[in-house]
């Protein structure tokens, strides 16, 4: 089984709000990752977590705050956003041997 | 830094006509090429892993192969439902996230 779950699908929000978008892989993964791709753009690496550290934070705005409460999960907090940070964000866990990554589907993030 | 660039940016063909894609990169310590496949609106599909020049890796219709310098994805005798944007991704050696190519976005027409 190499599945990433994403949840939720979409979310649109103001750019006074504060949400929160989840991601989970049951396949005993040890690092963890958050991609921001926009349309007809590759994906971007914002944030690496290894062994639930934070390893790589390329330098991302605070207003997105990331957390992985354990092995399996990875949240990223979302807080007073802007209209350009609507995007699909994509989470992906890598192998320890291998090095692939296996990518959710993402959410689809609208900021109003 | 890490640099990934691929050929063509759009790809036609008709049903059956097989090409190649291409991905040059340079990257310091490299520590696996890799090739998705990513339909609109989703997330990209694991393919194939490259490790070192001369590799190659089969699926179906597709091959990837590798030199020192670039990788090649074949597809033969290619059918519709193989269209989408093919990504190419390298690991460095200084940095644990892909660095990805901005894709060949393929069509396949009956």
């Known amino acids: 089984d190499t599945e990433v779950t994403q949840t939720p699908k979409h979310l649109v929000m103001g750019m006074t709000n504060k949400k929160s978008l989840k991601c989970e892989q049951h396949?005993?993964?040890?690092?963890m990752y958050w991609y921001k791709q926009k349309a007809k753009k590759p994906p971007e690496l914002m944030f690496v977590y290894s062994y639930e550290k934070l390893s790589i934070n390329e330098s991302v705005p605070s207003r997105f705050s990331p957390e992985c409460p354990n092995s399996s999960l990875l949240n990223l907090h979302l807080h007073a956003l802007q209209p350009e940070d609507s995007a699909l964000y994509l989470c992906a866990s890598r192998t320890s041997g291998g090095g692939e990554q296996f990518f959710g589907p993402g959410t689809r993030l609208t900021v109003l | 830094e890490d640099q990934v660039t691929q050929s063509p940016e759009a790809l036609r063909l008709q049903e059956g006509e097989s090409s190649s894609l291409n991905c040059s990169y340079t990257v310091s310590g490299l520590r696996g090429l890799f090739w998705y496949r990513q339909d609109p609106g989703k997330g990209p599909e694991f393919l194939f892993t490259?490790?070192?020049a001369g590799e190659e890796k089969e699926k179906e219709r597709l091959k990837a192969t590798l030199t020192k310098k670039e990788s090649f994805l074949h597809i033969t005798a290619p059918k519709p439902e193989d269209s989408a944007t093919y990504l190419c991704?390298?690991?460095?050696?200084?940095?644990?996230?892909?660095?990805f190519g901005k894709g060949t976005h393929l069509i396949i027409q009956p």
């Open positions: 490259l490790y070192s």
């Open positions: 396949m005993g993964h040890r690092a």
């Open positions: 991704a390298v690991r460095g050696g200084g940095a644990d996230g892909l660095t």
